[in-house]
């Protein structure tokens, strides 16, 4: 499993691209939301232009060629913190916390 955080850099957004850019950004998310390789995409409520991805991949050049995908990823318009880690408890009511 892996955590992704991902922040996009101000600085490298083309000006008066933002909204396009976000949309293509929110397309890309929810289609591998939807074929299985996120299980949690959000933003961060304390912190601006930063979110946050689950991921069940099976490896980490695999989750390199969905995160390539993302449209904030040439140029370098994101960081990516990518961090793997074994889920040891997941709580049976986890999906109830969706929007929250």
């Given at each position: 499993?892996?955590?992704?955080?991902?922040?996009?850099?101000?600085?490298?957004?083309p000006?008066?691209?933002?909204?396009?850019?976000f949309?293509?950004?929110?397309?890309?998310?929810?289609?591998?939301?939807?074929?299985?390789?996120?299980?949690?995409?959000?933003?961060?409520?304390?912190?601006?232009?930063?979110?946050?991805?689950?991921?069940?991949?099976?490896s980490?050049?695999?989750?390199?060629?969905?995160l390539?995908?993302?449209?904030?990823?040439?140029?370098?318009?994101?960081?990516?913190?990518?961090r793997?880690?074994?889920?040891?408890?997941?709580?049976?009511?986890?999906?109830?916390?969706?929007?929250?």
């Amino acid at each position: 499993m892996f955590i992704i955080t991902e922040t996009l850099k101000a600085d490298k957004i083309p000006a008066g691209k933002e909204e396009e850019l976000f949309k293509q950004h929110a397309a890309w998310f929810t289609r591998h939301f939807e074929e299985g390789d996120f299980l949690l995409v959000g933003p961060y409520t304390d912190r601006k232009m930063a979110g946050i991805m689950l991921s069940p991949v099976a490896s980490r050049e695999a989750l390199e060629d969905v995160l390539r995908e993302d449209v904030y990823y040439a140029d370098g318009m994101a960081e990516y913190e990518v961090r793997s880690f074994t889920a040891a408890k997941i709580a049976a009511n986890f999906a109830d916390f969706a929007g929250k």
